[in-house]
């Protein structure tokens, strides 16, 4: 069975101020890493994934990750924010193998203030 | 490419009643997906069709829940004899199912059990 943790609930952050988001999973097979930013009362829009290759993957709105196989990570990072990133972040693994179903973290609430 | 589109986007019901949600994927998309997300947790997995083949459910999905895709098209999630429990927004996801595969999520369909 795969798990993800997202160890912070929530993180507090001035504007232009670098962020990031942790998170870890666990499996006992290969993994696909994604993110996923939830803007109030929508649904979820994919930020970035890892499937392959190269470990640093580049998404949308300035966000990067890093997929680290040792330490079973895939943290998200954002050289600086601004006020409309504010949002619930969610990471999320599937089974290659599969490729069904999603197995979404608890979600970390990122607040970016003036 | 309109994305995934809910229907209705929120639902307010009486414990004991019947609802159904729909949902329309991208066009194209042979599959298709339901997530279940309370107030401060991420999306869990329901379950999911490859065109019009049921092919996985979770075991939060008890009996009170039923799920169609007719004709590999469209979809609609039925909840039977609502309980307060239920109450979740429920979201839908569409995917093209070819390896690798992403997921692409509605708005969701918020529902209020009273």
């Known amino acids: 069975a795969q798990s993800v943790t997202q160890l912070d609930s929530q993180v507090p952050v001035f504007e232009e101020a670098p962020v990031e988001l942790r998170c870890n999973y666990s499996?006992?097979?290969?993994?696909?890493l994604f993110w996923y930013v939830q803007y109030p009362n929508q649904g979820l829009q994919l930020l970035l994934k890892y499937l392959s290759g190269s470990t640093l993957v580049k998404g949308i709105n300035g966000f990067e990750a890093e997929f680290n196989k040792s330490q079973t990570s895939f943290h998200l990072r954002k050289p600086s924010v601004h006020i409309s990133d504010t949002a619930e972040y969610f990471c999320a693994v599937s089974d290659p193998g599969t490729a069904s179903k999603l197995t979404f973290g608890t979600g970390t609430r990122l607040q970016v203030t003036l | 490419d309109t994305g995934v589109s809910q229907d209705p986007r929120h639902k307010i019901t009486k414990r004991g009643q019947n609802v159904t949600f729909r949902c329309d994927p991208i066009?194209?998309?042979?599959?298709l997906y339901w997530y279940r997300q309370t107030l401060g947790q991420g999306p869990e997995f329901l379950t999911y069709f490859q065109n019009e083949a049921q092919l996985e459910k979770s075991r939060l999905l008890s009996d009170r829940f039923s799920a169609e895709r007719p004709k590999g098209s469209f979809s609609t999630l039925e909840i039977q004899r609502t309980e307060q429990g239920d109450s979740a927004m429920y979201l839908c996801?569409?995917?093209?199912?070819?390896?690798?595969?992403?997921?692409?999520f509605g708005p969701g369909t918020r529902l209020t059990v009273l």
């Open positions: 066009s194209e998309h042979n599959r």
């Open positions: 996801a569409s995917s093209l199912g070819l390896a690798p595969d992403t997921q692409y």
């Open positions: 499996s006992s097979v290969s993994v696909y």
